[in-house]
Nanobody, 124 residues
């Protein structure tokens, strides 16, 4: 059974940066793709970024391309989301998720395990 624990959220001014971390327990972390999703109040959960098992293939939502960077450290069972040039519309609870396969997906159904989430609030 995998457990995912996010950290690094908080309150930041527009234009600022945050780095989210996700610690994964369980075996075979390096065999699975990982992803980040977010959910704002009153909205559905949406895809943010994903990374394949090697760390070489990444994918991003159009709304965060060029501002966010996903990365992973398989030796430490960690995945990260570096968020720069933050905007008020980035405010949401951010969730780490483990993929059902080694390849990165873009929809919730491609991911089988989820963390509890970390709040990111961007003030204008």
């Amino acid at each position: 059974q995998v457990q995912l624990v996010e950290s690094g959220g908080g309150l930041v001014q527009a234009g600022g940066s945050l780095r989210l971390s996700c610690a994964a327990s369980g075996r075979f972390f390096s065999r699975y793709a990982m992803g980040w999703f977010r959910q704002a109040p009153g909205k559905e959960r949406e895809f943010v970024a994903a990374i394949d098992w090697t760390g070489r293939v990444t994918d991003y939502a159009d709304s965060v391309k060029g501002r966010f960077t996903i990365s992973r450290d398989n030796a430490k069972n960690m995945v990260y989301l570096q968020m720069n040039s933050l905007k008020p519309e980035d405010t949401a609870v951010y969730y780490c998720a483990r993929g059902k396969s080694s390849m990165a997906g873009k929809v919730s159904q491609d991911f089988g395990s989820w963390g509890q989430g970390t709040q990111v609030t961007v003030s204008s």
